[in-house]
């Protein structure tokens, strides 16, 4: 059951945001702030902190949110209590994509979130988020 546990929505079209994401400090504090609600089981909460700052429709944000609620009973019954987050990996393309992966650590196992970031002229915003359960891409 490799990625029975994906979540995963990219979008890069050309919206503007109405909040900046000036630097990558910025977005890596902002990735932060969301992975922290994410490991609270916060999951609109930690979406509300992205909403402004990801260019896609708030319908689209909400199913994201939706389908992530409706597969954590999964994860509750597989990998037992959240014990905790740690950001494990980063990665950039050039100087327009940041990928941050966070390990969110359970007391059987642990998934991780994969937060994209990208910067198509001045400022970052959102891309991505998804989350896995197969780890082998943390071994580098």
Same mark, same amino acid.
């Given at each position: 059951m490799k990625y029975l546990l994906v979540v995963s929505l990219f979008f890069s079209m050309g919206f503007t945001s109405a909040d900046n994401i000036a630097s990558k400090k910025? #977005?890596?504090?902002? #990735?932060?702030?969301?992975? /922290?609600h994410f490991i609270k089981e916060e999951f609109s909460e930690?979406? #509300?902190? #992205?909403? =402004?700052? !990801?260019?896609? =429709?708030?319908?689209?944000?909400?199913?994201?949110?939706? $389908?992530?609620?409706l597969q954590w009973p999964i %994860?509750? $019954?597989? +990998?037992? $209590?959240?014990?905790?987050?740690?950001?494990v990996?980063?990665?950039r393309i050039?100087? /327009? +994509? %940041?990928r941050y992966y966070y390990l969110h650590k359970f007391k059987n196992h642990a998934i991780? !979130?994969?937060?994209? +970031?990208?910067k198509p002229e001045k400022h970052w915003r959102?891309?991505? %988020? /998804?989350? $896995?359960d197969d780890l082998d891409i943390l071994y580098r």
């Open positions: 910025e #977005a890596r504090l902002l #990735a932060d702030k969301m992975v /922290s930690g979406m #509300a902190i #992205a909403m =402004p700052h !990801w260019p896609l =429709p708030k319908v689209e944000l909400e199913n994201l949110i939706n $389908k992530i609620e %994860v509750d $019954k597989r +990998f037992g $209590k959240g014990v905790g987050m740690e950001l990996h980063e990665e050039g100087d /327009s +994509f %940041v991780y !979130w994969e937060l994209t +970031f990208y959102v891309n991505g %988020v /998804s989350y $896995k």
